[in-house]
């Protein structure tokens, strides 16, 4: 007869995201998992079948909690430059910031499980789509020229979020941030 669950898988991933979000891939090794997780390796293995599994997942979690964020920014009505300015400085560094944990995966691509370097891609692509569907809110209401190559302006977009992550690792300030996205959003209306 199996033994039943003494853990909350939910309670696992969010812990584990934790380990890995701040030590990455290789840095949280398989003791510090199971010590910080509270789960043992058989359990580990079982549940979600090793480390790269519990990776995968603690990544989806992440993506979903990110993408909702982005989602509940990027499509407010009436989509433009507003909610832009909005997701972009939502963005706070503070003393414990460990980045974006899906830029970090990204960073991290060969060692990395390759499943999650195709996810993190997929859930980059959703969000430059998220800022093109908003550049072309703002061509059609005049706050961008109507001719700008709103596909380019998306991929620039989807750019400097992800720069902006990796500058607050490298220890940018929120007011360093701040400048960079009033002179981005000057051009833009330019």
Known sequence: MARPKTYQRDEVVDRAMELFWRLGYEGAHLAALVEHTGLNRFSLYKEFGGKAGLYEAALERF???????????????PLGLENIEAVLRSLQYGSEYYGCF?????????????????????????IEALY???????????QIPANSNIAGLGKMLQALDQG???????GATDAQKDRVI????????A
């Open 102 to 126: 899906m830029i970090n995966t990204l960073t991290q691509k060969d060692t990395v499980p390759a499943e999650a370097v195709a996810r993190a891609l997929v859930a980059s692509e959703e």
């Open 182 to 189: 009033t002179a981005v959003l000057a051009m833009l209306s």
């Open 164 to 170: 902006l992550h990796i500058q607050g690792l490298a």
């Open 132 to 142: 093109v569907g908003n550049l072309a809110g703002a061509a059609s209401r005049g």
């Open 63 to 77: 993506l979903g909690y990110l993408l909702e964020q982005y989602r509940s920014v990027l499509t407010r009505q």
